[in-house]
């Protein structure tokens, strides 16, 4: 927006310039033909600082105008974009996928959650920032004949999905409207060189939907999925939930996140995320888990350039008042040169 009120502000300014410098040469032109024919007066055309005048207090409203729109737009879309972000968790949520140690990379586990908790508390005293650990299940589930993407997370941490409360055996779905998921579980076998499932568990769970838009679903969509999987259900359960379908899945007993490395490879850690209650501590919680070689990747700000937007729109201004002082020194400047000649020349015909 900036970029085309810059373009279209200086395409104004030239054009004046261009204007008032035709006119001048005209008006130039114009005294001296006179002069030359011995005419008292020349053709009437309005004076050069009459026209400076005119352009000066359009030039001055002109840059008034556009500054105070331009100021209004992206004032009304920020404020509109600081109460999405309000609504919207996504756009306060840091993701963490891996961490660095000995130069090496390793995924994020629970303990890695525990640890980022306690350090930002001692950090931000008083702020509420919340850590949220997301597990997901690669393959091995379906229904309908689809594959489904399941996730758990902590039932304490049910609001960051938009729900009241989640409950065991319980399926709450984001995109798909059910009462009822039979969940077609391939029980798999980890053997050397990949996985082989030789049959499939039926496993029945209530369902819902009610996960919100403005949750960190969409967060998790863009970091953990890919196109294709976007287009399959995609549900949430509890961490109880979720073990025992991950208990079928490999065919044997998992009850924390801990067991999870007996399923590595089909059960797995999707990420940590951070969500902070304000727009501002985005910046400086991640400064913070990089410190702690955390790979942070934070939500994209349409207005991170918000100080360079507004610099732009003072430039127009500055540009325009540029430009009317220049008109004004020409103005000055022609006219005082032709009065001069005018008078040398009257005196000249007066002899």
Not at 342 to 351: L, Q, T
Request: proline share 2%; glycine share 4%.
């Amino acid at each position: 927006m900036f970029k085309w009120l810059f373009i279209i502000s200086v395409a104004v300014v030239l054009f004046l310039c261009l204007f008032v410098f035709v006119y001048f040469h005209i008006y130039k032109k114009n005294i001296n033909k006179a002069l030359g024919d011995g005419a008292k007066t020349p053709r009437k055309m309005l004076e050069p600082y009459k026209i400076v005048y005119i352009f000066v207090v359009f030039l001055v409203s002109f840059a008034i105008s556009v500054t105070g729109v331009a100021g209004l737009v992206y004032s009304k879309e920020y404020f509109k974009y600081e109460k999405d972000t309000v609504e919207n968790m996504a756009n306060r949520t840091l993701y963490i996928d891996s961490c660095t140690e000995n130069g090496t990379h390793r995924k994020v586990t629970a303990d890695d959650a525990a640890q980022i908790k306690q350090v930002l508390i001692q950090k931000y005293p008083g702020k509420n920032i919340s850590v949220i650990p997301v597990y997901g299940i690669n393959s091995g589930v379906y229904t309908d004949g689809r594959p489904v993407n399941v996730f758990a997370i902590s039932e304490e941490h049910s609001s960051f999905l938009g729900l009241d409360d989640m409950q065991k055996d319980v399926a709450y779905f984001y995109n798909k409207e059910i009462s009822t998921a039979v969940f077609d579980v391939c029980v798999t076998k980890i053997v050397d060189g990949g996985f082989v499932s030789d049959k499939i568990e039926k496993l029945t769970f209530d369902a819902k939907n009610g996960v919100s838009e403005k949750s960190i679903v969409t967060t998790i969509q863009k970091e953990t999925m890919t196109p294709s999987a976007l287009e399959d259900p995609t549900c949430f359960v509890t961490m109880e939930t979720f073990c025992r379908i991950a208990s079928v899945l490999i065919e044997s007993e998992i009850t924390t996140a801990d067991d999870f490395q007996k399923a590595e490879g089909i059960v797995e850690s999707r990420g940590i995320y951070v969500c902070v209650d304000s727009l501002s501590h985005i910046s400086s919680v991640a400064s913070e888990l990089v410190k702690m070689n955390y790979n942070a990747y934070a939500p994209e700000d349409a207005f991170e350039d918000f100080e360079t937007a507004i610099s732009a729109a003072f430039i127009v201004f500055i540009l325009l008042s540029m430009a009317l002082v220049c008109l004004s020194a020409v103005n000055i400047f022609i006219t005082v040169r032709t009065i001069k000649r005018a008078k040398e020349n009257e005196n000249r015909y007066n002899y």
